[in-house]
């Protein structure tokens, strides 16, 4: 499991449901991330001409979760001629907070998706972090094109390792399973 330092008052904190005090890790973050998007997705209005989505399928026989994204983003070019590339949210009345501190600031949920997934990829592809060489992110690509209002779009396909946690209380919850160290 790759670890995660939350910030303070995050959305997200990458923690267990059976541990919420206990390790954060990267695996656990980014799949709240994308259940956090998919559940505003399914109850927030969706900002005019904006094509962005989500898509989350949960086989439980597999513990394997099938996740689809496209971000309308904006690209812009750095002094130095490098590429940068923001997402605004693009869902009316979000109440995503980064918090303060931690390994990353994202100043709304599209871009926290967005670089989550960027952010395991990175982490997926450095060989000693990834002992199984498991490839979970089969897609991670930013495209400069027009797009929902925007002039570029970020798209990813994860298949994502899932466990099914019993909750003390009763009940099911499903999080991210991690295979990264």
Known sequence: MATHTPGEGASVSGASYLNPSGEKSKERYVWGILALLESEENSLAKVPERTDKITISVDLSTRVANIDLLLNV?????????????????????????????????????????????????????????????????????????????????????????EVITLPGGGNVVEGKGWLT
């Open 74 to 162: 904006v690209a812009s070019s750095t002094a130095g001629g490098g590429v940068i590339f923001n997402a605004t949210h693009y869902l009316v009345g979000s109440m995503f907070t980064a918090g303060t501190g931690g390994n990353s600031n994202p100043g709304n949920l599209a871009q926290a998706a967005m670089d989550a997934v960027v952010g395991l990829k990175m982490i997926e592809l450095t060989k000693n972090r990834n002992p199984e060489n498991k490839t979970v992110i089969t897609r991670c690509t930013h495209v400069v094109s027009e797009s929902g209002g925007t002039n570029a779009t970020f798209t990813a396909f994860l298949e994502f390792p899932v």
